[in-house]
C-alpha cells in the first residue's frame, strides 16, 4: 500500500512544477495531509501538489453539487409547468361497448314512426358505437342481448339524438389544449357532433384525433380543412386557388386528406367560385359551403350553403370588412328579402345563418358592464384570456396588470383589430332583424336552413352558442319541433358521410341525448341532459359538472392564467400586425 502512495507521489512530483507555490487549504484538506505525510515519506513539493490535487478535487464536487443542484431546480421548474399547463385527464365514460337504455321515451324527429313530441316508450341496444337495436317489451326476455349491461336509471326519461353544429371553428393546437377544452364544451352542451368550418392554422383536426386517441370526451368533427380563398390569404390555413384549371385538383387533394366539405372563402372572383363548385360536384359530390366574396352577390356566387347571409347586402353601399359585409344590412328591404327567397328556391341553395355571431357582436357595446362581473358566462366557461385579451375592444396597447405589479415594464396588444372601436351598433341591431325576417320566411317557405354558431368568434362558447342559435331560432317564430329536426336529422343528412346521423334508428351512430324534461316542449339555453351519450360512450350529467370545474380550477391556476393571457397577447399583436 505503501509503495503505491509512494510511487504515485513521485509520478506527480515529476509532473508537477518544482517551485513550491504557496495555498490555503481547508480543514479537510490539511487534515488530509497529515494524514498522508504520517503513512509516506515525502518532501514538501510532494506535500504541495497532493494539496493543489485536493484543493482542485474539493472545488470539483462543490461544482458538480452546483450542476446537479441546478438541473434539479431546472426539472423542479419544467415538472411545475407542465403541471400548471397540462389540462384534466381524460373522462372515463359511465357506460360503453355494449348496453341497453332500458325502458326510455324515444324522439326521433322526422322519422316515419315518429307521429308526436311524447315519445315512444323503447329499449336501446348500442354496441361499439352503434345502435344496434330500438325495441319494445322487457330487455331481459331477449336472449341475444343477455351479454349487454342493462342501464335502468332513466326510465320514463327522453331521449333524443344529439345536436350537430353546422358552423363550429376550432381553436389552433398549442400547449394551452385549448382545442381539447372547446370539444368537452361542446358535449357538455349536448353537441355531439360539429362541422369545422376551418381552423386558422390548420392544426385543430390533428388535435381532434390525438384527443380521440387518448380517451377525452370528443364529439364527432367533420372537417372542411383549409380556407380556399384567393390571394392574398387571411389566414394561414389558406388554400390558395388562382389557376382556374386547379379547381379539380384542389378538390381531388381535400378528399384525398379525409375532409368531408369545401369551404369556400374569400378573395374569389366568379369564375373561381364556379370551377370550384363544378369541380366539388364532379367528384364525389363533396359538399360546398362557404363565404359570397365580396362584392360579389349572393345570385351570383350561388354557393350551395351560403354561410352568415353573406352577399345579401349591396356591394356599393357597404365596405369590404368583415364588420361591413356581415351587419351592415341598411341597403337590405323587404324587396330585397323576397327576391333572396325567390333566389334560394328556385337554385335550391341551403343557408347557415349563424344569427347568434350577429347578436354577439352587440355584446362590444355592454363590454365594460360585463367586465364588472366575475361571474359572467365567459369567466365561468372560458379561460381569461378570451375576454380579457382577445374580444377586449380597446385600441393599441394596454399594460398588464401581473407585470405593473412586479414593476416591470410590460404591455400586451388587446383586442382583435377588425372588432376595435366599434360604433353604429344601430346597424347591428337592424341587420340582426332582418335576418331573423328572412330567416323566418325562408322557413316558411320550405327552403333549407341549418343551426350554426361561427364559435370562435367574439363572445362565442362553444356549445351553449349553439343552445342560444336555437333560441333566436325560437324569437323568430319558428316551432322547436322543426328546430330539433333541424339540428338533427336535417343536419345528418347533409352531412354525407354516416348513415343515420342524427337519427334513433338500428344502425346509426350512437350519439344520444337523455333527458329528465321533454325537450320538445321546452327548450332554451339553460336546457341540460341528464346524460350525454357520443360515439357510444356515456356520460352522466354529474361526471360532466365535475370535469367542467376541473377545468375552470385550471384555468385559475396562477401560472396557466398569466401564461395564457400572454401568449394571447402576443398572438394578437401577430395577427393584428399581419392584417395591416
Known amino acids: 500500500s505503501h509503495s503505491r502512495s509512494v510511487l504515485h507521489i513521485t509520478t506527480v512530483t515529476r509532473r508537477a512544477s518544482l517551485t513550491p507555490r504557496p495555498i490555503t487549504l481547508p480543514a479537510r484538506s490539511r487534515t488530509l495531509i497529515l494524514k498522508v505525510r504520517d503513512e509516506v515519506s515525502c518532501s514538501a513539493d510532494d506535500l504541495n501538489v497532493i494539496a493543489s490535487q485536493t484543493s482542485h478535487t474539493t472545488m470539483g464536487n462543490w461544482l458538480t453539487l452546483l450542476c446537479g443542484l441546478i438541473v434539479a431546480l431546472v426539472a423542479t421548474g419544467v415538472a411545475i409547468w407542465q403541471l400548471?399547463?397540462?389540462?384534466?385527464?381524460?373522462l372515463p365514460p359511465f357506460a360503453q361497448g355494449a348496453f341497453i337504455l332500458e325502458n326510455v321515451l324515444v324522439i326521433s324527429p322526422g322519422s316515419e314512426d315518429h307521429h308526436d313530441d311524447k315519445g315512444q316508450r323503447r329499449n336501446i341496444a348500442v354496441k361499439d358505437g352503434v345502435i344496434v337495436d330500438v325495441f319494445e317489451g322487457n330487455s331481459e326476455t331477449a336472449p341475444s342481448y343477455s351479454?349487454?349491461?342493462?342501464?335502468n336509471l332513466f326510465k320514463d326519461h327522453w331521449v333524443t339524438p344529439g345536436l350537430i353544429d353546422m358552423h363550429s371553428h376550432l381553436p389552433p393546437a398549442n400547449l394551452l389544449k385549448l382545442t381539447r377544452h372547446a370539444l368537452f364544451l361542446s358535449l357538455y352542451f349536448g353537441i355531439t357532433s360539429i362541422r369545422d368550418a376551418g381552423d386558422v392554422d390548420g392544426t385543430a383536426f390533428d388535435a381532434v384525433l390525438q384527443d380521440t386517441r387518448d380517451g377525452y370526451p370528443v364529439p364527432r368533427v367533420f372537417p372542411c380543412g383549409p380556407f380556399v380563398g384567393g390571394p392574398p390569404a387571411r389566414w394561414k390555413n389558406t388554400l390558395l386557388f388562382e389557376k382556374l384549371e386547379d379547381a379539380t385538383k384542389i378538390v381531388k387533394d381535400l378528399k384525398a386528406r379525409g375532409f368531408v366539405c369545401l369551404k369556400s372563402y374569400d378573395n374569389l372572383d366568379l369564375d373561381h367560385v364556379s370551377a370550384l363548385q363544378y369541380a366539388a360536384k364532379e367528384n364525389n359530390d363533396l359538399p360546398v359551403l362557404g363565404h359570397v366574396p365580396f362584392p360579389l352577390r349572393y345570385e351570383h356566387a350561388l354557393i350551395p350553403d351560403v354561410q352568415h347571409f353573406?352577399?345579401?347586402?349591396d356591394p356599393s353601399k357597404i365596405q369590404d370588412t368583415i364588420v361591413s359585409r356581415m351587419y351592415d344590412w341598411?341597403?337590405?328591404?323587404?324587396?330585397?328579402?323576397?327576391?333572396?327567397?325567390?333566389?334560394?328556391?328556385?337554385r335550391h341553395l341551403a343557408n347557415t345563418p349563424t344569427l347568434i355571431s350577429n347578436k354577439d357582436i352587440?355584446?362590444?357595446?355592454?363590454?365594460?358592464?360585463?367586465?364588472?362581473?366575475?361571474?359572467?358566462?365567459?369567466?365561468?366557461?372560458?379561460p381569461r384570456l378570451f375576454f380579457d385579451v382577445v374580444w377586449n375592444p380597446e385600441a393599441g396597447m394596454i399594460p398588464s396588470q401581473f407585470f405593473q405589479d412586479l414593476k416591470l415594464i410590460w404591455f400586451l396588444f388587446t383586442g382583435l383589430l377588425v372588432y376595435r372601436n366599434l360604433f353604429r351598433f344601430d346597424r347591428m341591431e337592424d341587420a340582426l332583424h332582418k335576418k331573423m325576417q328572412l330567416t323566418k320566411k325562408l322557413f316558411d317557405s320550405g327552403a333549407t336552413l341549418f343551426l350554426g354558431t361561427d364559435t370562435q368568434q367574439p363572445?362565442?362558447?362553444?356549445?351553449?352558442?349553439?343552445?342560444?342559435?336555437?333560441e333566436l331560432f325560437q324569437e323568430a317564430d319558428i316551432p322547436l319541433a322543426s328546430l330539433w329536426k333541424m339540428a338533427t336529422r336535417d343536419a345528418g343528412t347533409a352531412l354525407k358521410t354516416l348513415k343515420g346521423l342524427g337519427e334513433i334508428n338500428s344502425g346509426a351512430p350512437?350519439?344520444?341525448?337523455?333527458?329528465?324534461?321533454?325537450?320538445?316542449?321546452?327548450?332554451?339555453?339553460?336546457?341540460l341532459s341528464e346524460a350525454v351519450i357520443a360515439d357510444g360512450k356515456l356520460y352522466l350529467r354529474s361526471q360532466l359538472d365535475e370535469m367542467l370545474k376541473q377545468w375552470q380550477d385550471h384555468f385559475r391556476g396562477f401560472i396557466f392564467d398569466k401564461v395564457s393571457t400572454f401568449l394571447a397577447g402576443v398572438m394578437i399583436k401577430l395577427i393584428s400586425t399581419s392584417s395591416q
Do not use: C, M, Q
Open 459 to 470: 363572445f362565442s362558447v362553444p356549445g351553449l352558442s349553439l343552445l342560444h342559435e336555437i
Open 147 to 151: 351479454s349487454f349491461t342493462r342501464i
Open 330 to 346: 341598411a341597403s337590405v328591404d323587404e324587396a330585397r328579402i323576397e327576391e333572396i327567397v325567390k333566389i334560394t328556391l328556385d
Open 84 to 90: 400548471a399547463l397540462s389540462p384534466p385527464s381524460p
Open 362 to 382: 352587440l355584446l362590444f357595446e355592454r363590454y365594460h358592464e360585463l367586465a364588472k362581473d366575475p361571474h359572467n358566462i365567459y369567466y365561468r366557461y372560458l
Open 310 to 313: 353573406s352577399g345579401i347586402p
Open 510 to 527: 350512437a350519439d344520444l341525448l337523455v333527458w329528465s324534461k321533454n325537450p320538445l316542449h321546452h327548450f332554451d339555453s339553460h336546457s
